[in-house]
């Protein structure tokens, strides 16, 4: 089968999906540009502040765009086969993935921009919300455990994703440098707008190239920024501390609708790779139900392994906790919930075309990262010459690390709200405090572990990450049932994700708790024997409030709803 057959019918499904399954949804949400957002009714310049559709479009992509989507189908391709990863992405972001941010995002408004937490407290009682809040705050820690450890790693002498080209500058101090020119662009972008207010299209003209021409200054002054792993580990999550206390206008939205551009274009080279580059596919389609591994069984496994490309409750997190406050109209509600997380499907599906144009034998000991440079780098050459394949895999290279550098401030930030949140932190000192907390135990579990710990912590990492979608999918079809809407569409895609999501933890913890060799292995065991818990505890309070409910004859709405 050539590639470009299977890009093509990826992008018509999408298409298919966002006019259809998408303007069904918007339908039963009865979106209104007449409502006022919250982003109008709360507006302080600082969280809240009403941004154009286009720019959050950007903004929000960059947000939730990281590792997941890019090396979880790379990794799942290698041990089940590309067939299973494509429909498992294809079918779980039209029917799950999408529905999920959309709706997060929904309620998240329509409730006043809080978090999916506080939301659970609503329609499931407040220790249900409590428990909600602890399991989301796990979940985050290890979004930033995972994703600070595999960017420091991509800042060092040699990189995962140029390893093998013969390069006359150091890989990782020009994707460090990159970074670092990345985010000082931001930060100006932020302070232009924020003073000189220009029109959209000018900074747009002005930025998004010195954004490329920032990739080519790093490679030149790639010798300046040389660091260990630990020592990288420290300042991100530093930056992270810094980042996630300033205003969203100065650094959280140019620096998103910036990476927006990043995003924008490797999903073009990696489309006109797959379409006009007329190559094969030379992996397996299936290989095995099992791969013989601790985790390769395909149910569940698969599920977690590709994490963000189907499906991702961090996603609702960015949705409810940074998206839902800047959401100018109602309308627009569609095209950045639903839409964006179609393009993040398309951002997997190039990931994983970029391990389908090789054969086992000419990947045999890459990594996930290394696999998704060689293949960017090889469809960008036939843009710019094969002369140019080391520009080329440069560029594959420093995507990747900015797709997770952009999402750990993110992460931080949504950190931050949820611990004020919970324990009524609203001045300045108690976000100083939640971001310390949100950013102590991450630092620990980093410098507790060694180099390259990420690989210990992804399938836990993506096991809680798809199990906080389908809490998430519990409170909103709870909020459906007591408006008395549809809610099979929510429903089935949370019951299914709760089944697998479930498995996956119980195989993980029994796994690790069984004979722990480190203590890494032990705190990931106690860890997933507590998101078990606390998952069981949310779905009997959901069970308790349903029953309550229903002996209510006729049943009406609760005072706090929000239709």
């Given amino acids: 089968m050539m590639l470009a057959a299977l890009a093509l019918g990826v992008f018509i499904l999408l298409v298919v999906a966002y006019n259809g399954y998408g303007k069904f949804m918007s339908a039963q949400l009865e979106l209104d540009d007449q409502k006022i957002t919250p982003a109008h009714s709360q507006k302080d310049g600082i969280d809240f502040v009403p941004t154009k559709r286009f720019y959050l479009f950007a903004q929000h992509f960059s947000a939730i765009a990281a590792a997941g989507p890019i090396a979880g189908p790379i990794m799942a391709c290698m041990m089940w086969g590309y067939l299973p990863c494509l429909l498992w992405i294809a079918v779980g972001v039209v029917l799950i993935g999408a529905v999920h941010d959309f709706l997060s995002l929904t309620v998240s408004v329509r409730h006043g921009a809080v978090s999916i937490a506080k939301v659970a407290k609503t329609h499931l009682g407040d220790r249900a919300g409590l428990a909600m809040m602890a399991f989301i705050w796990l979940a985050l820690i290890y979004v930033i455990v995972a994703f600070t450890d595999i960017t420091a790693a991509s800042f060092v002498g040699k990189t995962e994703e140029l390893e093998g080209l013969d390069l006359l500058f150091n890989p990782g101090g020009a994707v460090a440098a990159s970074a670092l020119i990345y985010l000082s662009l931001s930060l100006i972008m932020g302070l232009v707008e924020r003073f000189l207010k220009p029109k959209l299209l000018v900074t747009t003209l002005i930025f998004v190239p010195l954004t490329f021409v920032a990739v080519w200054l790093g490679t030149q002054f790639s ?127 190039i990931a994983l075309a970029t391990i389908m144009i090789w054969s086992p034998s000419e990947i045999a000991g890459l990594k996930p990262g290394t696999i998704y440079g060689k293949g960017i780098g090889e469809f960008l050459t036939l843009m710019v010459g094969k002369d140019n394949l080391r520009l080329a895999t440069t560029f594959g290279a420093m995507a990747f690390s900015t797709f997770v550098f952009d999402t750990l401030d993110v992460s931080t930030r949504l950190g931050r709200y949820l611990l004020q949140e919970m324990f009524g932190w609203t001045n300045k000192l108690g976000a100083v405090l939640a971001t310390l907390f949100t950013v102590a135990l991450p630092l620990f579990f980093i410098y507790l572990a060694d180099q390259g710990s990420y690989v210990q912590f992804w399938t836990l990492f993506g096991a809680s990450n798809q199990l906080l979608a389908a809490l998430t999918l519990l409170s909103v079809t709870m909020w459906l049932y007591r408006a008395r809407k549809r809610l099979a569409y929510t429903l089935l895609p949370m019951l299914f994700v709760l089944s697998v999501t479930l498995w996956a933890l119980l195989d993980l913890a029994f796994t690790n708790l069984r004979n722990p060799a480190h203590i890494i292995e032990l705190i990931n065991g106690t860890i997933a024997l507590g998101l078990i818990f606390l998952a069981l505890f949310m779905v009997v309070s959901a069970l308790n409030k349903l029953r309550v409910e229903y002996k209510q004859v006729p049943r009406t709405l609760a005072p706090d709803d929000n239709i």
Wanted: proline share 2%.
């Fill in 223 to 349: 010798t300046l920024l040389i660091f260990d792993a630990k020592t990288w580990c420290v300042a991100i999550l530093l930056y992270c501390l810094v980042a996630s206390m300033l205003p969203v206008w100065l650094l959280l939205q140019p620096r998103g609708y910036l990476g927006g551009f990043i995003l924008y274009t490797a999903l073009f080279v990696g489309a006109y790779g797959m379409i006009f580059g007329q190559y094969e596919i030379k992996q397996v389609a299936f290989k095995a139900w099992d791969a013989g591994q601790v985790t390769g069984a395909l149910f569940p496994f698969l599920f977690v392994t590709i994490a963000c490309g189907a499906c991702s409750g961090f996603h609702g997190l960015v949705c409810s906790g940074t998206t839902a406050k800047q959401i100018d109209k109602e309308s627009h509600m569609q095209a950045v919930g639903y839409g964006v997380m179609l393009c993040e499907a398309m951002v997997a599906t």
